[in-house]
């Protein structure tokens, strides 16, 4: 049986994004993270993008949010975006951790793994053909390498993340560019080469590739009425092309 055949619509796809995001909010796989988050900012954007980006972890404006990429970093990035001719709204934007660790510290290695499977699970119901890596973290833990982004960005490389097949791409965190200008132009640089690495398209799918099912039984369903969120007590925020 080919993977086409398998494959689930675009709406169970979005249906079931919209499963994994509940649970994400009602998630309590790390107890000092739920203990201490605002939100759980899952992610936002286009749930069909061919193009997503990866950052590391909420910071205080995303937690506050439940945003990703809120501030002056994401504000670059829209611009670094509509200069290759696309807008914010046709990509998904998300991070390895889903809450805010306090003081903004680095994730610890059993964060990370408690929180891959909603991003894993991202990808596969979005189902992108480019995920470009923003900095060191992300880049490191997508790739399972050490090498870091000085070295490897702007070097895309086929690799499977969970059940699917992306062209990662790695580049630098727009928050670091902000304060180097010649950093900034590497970045910039690099994302010129994206509509490039869109066109190819998808590379090849591992076969009989089969979607796993839902990672838990969400505390609640979205209360669409209200606009309340799942699990957070935080009014659900505009997942622009989400819902």
Known sequence: MSVQEIEPSAAERRERLKEVLAQARGCARCPELAATRKTVVFGAGNADA???????????????????????????????LEEIGMARSQVFIA????????????PLPVEIENCQDYLHR???????????????????????DPAGITRVHGQPEVL??????????????????????????????????????????????????????????APAEPDHAT?????????????????
């Open 50 to 80: 061919e193009l997503m980006f990866i950052g590391e972890a909420p910071g205080a404006s995303e937690d506050e949010q439940g945003v990703p990429f809120v501030g002056r970093a994401g504000k670059l990035l829209e611009k670094l």
């Open 95 to 106: 991070n390895t951790l889903k809450c805010r660790p306090p003081g903004n510290r680095d």
């Open 122 to 144: 991202q990808v596969e119901l979005i189902q992108p053909t480019v995920i470009c890596t923003l900095g060191n973290f992300s880049t490191k833990l997508l790739r399972g």
């Open 160 to 217: 499977t993340l969970g059940r699917r097949a992306v062209r990662l791409y790695p580049i630098y965190h727009p928050a670091a560019a902000l304060y180097t200008p010649s950093m900034l132009e590497t970045l910039r640089e690099d994302f010129m080469r994206l509509p490039e690495l869109l066109a190819l398209g998808a590379p090849e799918q591992p076969d009989l590739m089969e979607l796993p099912t839902v990672l838990a039984q």
């Open 227 to 243: 606009g309340e969120s799942i699990g957070a007590g935080a009014p659900e925020v505009d997942q622009l092309g989400l819902f």
